[in-house]
């Protein structure tokens, strides 16, 4: 079964500076894609970046990027140049490649609660 | 284009009680998928629907139920409801349900049993 681990249930950093959330995942595909989710407090859930398991390149959003490390299974999202409205939950989300048999299923990690300060 | 809706917003209910819970995707998607959300456990996939079909299905008992229209909007029940199924539901819409489909989430609705 795969599992989707986030270490750090919450996070803090200054305005303007960088932030680094890990993510570790546990598979024995080789296929498959994974996401990062922002939740804003009461607000929806919405999708910040995603990376193909079989590209090498690390994806990137704007201020947003990803380090993933397909051999250590791990897949860290970075915050450049964090902004007050970056203040959310952030989950970390796994989706196998598997035809037919695993749509619509995503797996997550339990979250990191993001504060970005003034 | 209008985004994903869910109704009702908030919702509470006694324990033994039954509910509905409906999910409207975004015009063209076929795949809706319903997740659970509670502090204790996290997100948690409970089923998805594609074309009126369940397609996939978590780990959750039998009281959980849902099914999809002919227009994709989707309903998921619950019955006989437990106070452990207070939870945040979350529906997400994309046209195929794939891994390499967006999904796109609702704002869900807050199911408190009491």
């Known amino acids: 079964a795969q599992t989707v681990t986030q270490s750090q249930p919450e996070m803090s950093v200054q305005e303007a500076e960088t932030v680094t959330l890990s993510c570790t995942y546990d598979t024995s595909e080789n296929n498959y894609y994974l996401f990062w989710y922002k939740q804003p407090p009461s607000r929806q859930m919405i999708l910040v970046i995603r990376?193909?398991?079989?590209?090498?390149q690390n994806a990137t959003e704007n201020r947003f990027s990803v380090n993933f490390q397909k051999a250590a299974k791990s897949f860290s999202l970075k915050i450049s140049d964090s902004q007050l409205g970056d203040t959310a939950m952030y989950f970390c989300a796994f989706m196998k490649h598997d035809g037919s048999s695993n749509t619509g299923k995503l797996i997550f990690g339990q979250g990191t609660t993001l504060q970005v300060k003034p | 284009k209008a985004g994903v809706t869910q109704t009702p917003r908030y919702l509470i209910k006694t324990r033994g009680q039954q509910v509905t819970l409906s999910c409207s995707p975004i015009?063209?998607?076929?795949?809706v998928s319903w997740y659970q959300q509670t502090p204790g456990q996290g997100l948690q996939f409970l089923f998805e629907y594609f074309s009126e079909t369940q397609r996939n299905k978590g780990n959750f008992p039998g009281r959980f139920s849902g099914r999809q229209f002919s227009n994709s909007r989707s309903e998921m029940n619950v019955s006989t409801l437990e106070l452990g199924d207070s939870a945040l539901y979350l529906c997400?819409?994309?046209?195929?349900?794939?891994?390499?489909?967006?999904?796109?989430f609702g704002p869900g609705t807050r199911l408190t049993v009491t």
């Open positions: 997400a819409s994309s046209f195929l349900g794939t891994e390499s489909d967006e999904q796109y």
């Open positions: 015009s063209g998607h076929r795949s």
């Open positions: 990376q193909e398991a079989y590209k090498q």
